[in-house]
């Protein structure tokens, strides 16, 4: 079991930038694959970005690419998401996944460990 608690998210601005962190407990943590999935109301939750558990592979989501970097450190259990030139349509609630294989996952499905979801506002 792996129990998974975002922090970070907030209010900004058009163009600002947050820092969000999912903290990692319970079973190693350094063996998944993680996750940050988005999920805005009305909307079906969408993928963001997905990192290997080493760290040397990641993916993002081409809504996010070269404005999102998500990375992680595996000696302090955390993975994070840097987000820069923040834009109204990023506004959601976004959660960590951990995923119990060793593979970049881009679905939900892929994923067997889910936080509670940290709120992101952009005011235009």
């Known amino acids: 079991q792996v129990q998974l608690v975002e922090s970070g998210g907030g209010l900004v601005q058009t163009g600002g930038s947050l820092r969000l962190s999912c903290a990692a407990s319970?079973?190693?943590?350094?063996?998944?694959?993680m996750g940050w999935f988005r999920q805005a109301p009305g909307k079906e939750r969408e993928f963001v970005a997905t990192?290997?558990?080493?760290?040397?592979?990641?993916y993002n989501s081409d809504s996010v690419k070269g404005r999102f970097t998500i990375s992680r450190d595996n000696a302090k259990n955390t993975v994070y998401l840097q987000m820069n030139s923040l834009k109204p349509e990023d506004t959601a609630v976004y959660y960590c996944a951990a995923s119990r294989g060793v593979v970049l996952a881009t679905t939900p499905s892929e994923y067997d460990y889910w936080g509670q979801g940290t709120q992101v506002t952009v005011s235009s």
């Open positions: 990192i290997s558990w080493y760290g040397g592979s990641t």
């Open positions: 319970g079973r190693t943590f350094s063996r998944n694959t």
